[in-house]
């Protein structure tokens, strides 16, 4: 299932309207419609807002699942997940990664893959993650 399709699901099951989502968005009814119809993706500032109109959490639009419960299933200690201390918990994993990467039996090419999304600011991570997702699902 796509991020769309979780979207258009949650619409649904929450008996809301797309042209209620547009409204709230401060967009226009055919962005909306070329979500639905797989002709585009919304951004992450919309993903964001998307998330607060469903009152789901934007881990939920993109994965599917709450935070908590893929780090339950990747059996990761990392804990409870606070929507506030995003950019704190990327930071700390990131200096854990950078300390431990040369521990860890990586190619090079996996290496420079981690070396890349470590750079990346939160915002552009879960846009990286969303289009990984995505990816998987067209196997």
């Given at each position: 299932?796509?991020?769309?399709?979780?979207?258009?699901?949650?619409?649904?099951?929450?008996?809301?309207?797309?042209?209620?989502?547009?409204?709230?968005?401060?967009?226009?009814?055919?962005?909306?419609?070329?979500?639905?119809?797989?002709?585009?993706?919304?951004?992450?500032e919309?993903?964001?807002?998307?998330?607060?109109?469903?009152?789901?959490?934007?881990?939920?639009?993109?994965?599917?699942?709450?935070?908590?419960?893929?780090?339950?299933?990747?059996?990761?200690?990392?804990?409870?997940?606070?929507?506030?201390?995003?950019?704190?918990?990327?930071a700390?994993?990131?200096?854990?990664?950078?300390?431990?990467?040369?521990?860890?039996?990586?190619?090079?090419?996996?290496?420079?893959?981690?070396?890349?999304?470590?750079?990346?600011?939160?915002?552009?991570?879960?846009?990286?993650?969303?289009?990984?997702?995505?990816?998987?699902?067209?196997?």
């Amino acid at each position: 299932m796509t991020v769309n399709d979780r979207i258009f699901l949650t619409l649904q099951q929450q008996k809301k309207k797309q042209n209620d989502l547009a409204e709230f968005l401060g967009i226009k009814h055919v962005a909306v419609s070329n979500w639905k119809t797989g002709k585009s993706v919304p951004n992450i500032e919309n993903l964001e807002k998307i998330a607060k109109f469903l009152n789901v959490s934007l881990d939920f639009l993109i994965t599917g699942k709450e935070y908590n419960s893929i780090c339950a299933n990747n059996n990761s200690a990392i804990g409870n997940f606070n929507n506030n201390s995003n950019n704190n918990f990327f930071a700390n994993e990131t200096e854990k990664l950078n300390k431990n990467i040369e521990s860890i039996e990586l190619t090079e090419y996996q290496q420079e893959l981690l070396k890349v999304v470590n750079s990346l600011p939160y915002k552009k991570k879960n846009i990286l993650l969303s289009y990984a997702y995505q990816l998987q699902e067209q196997d």
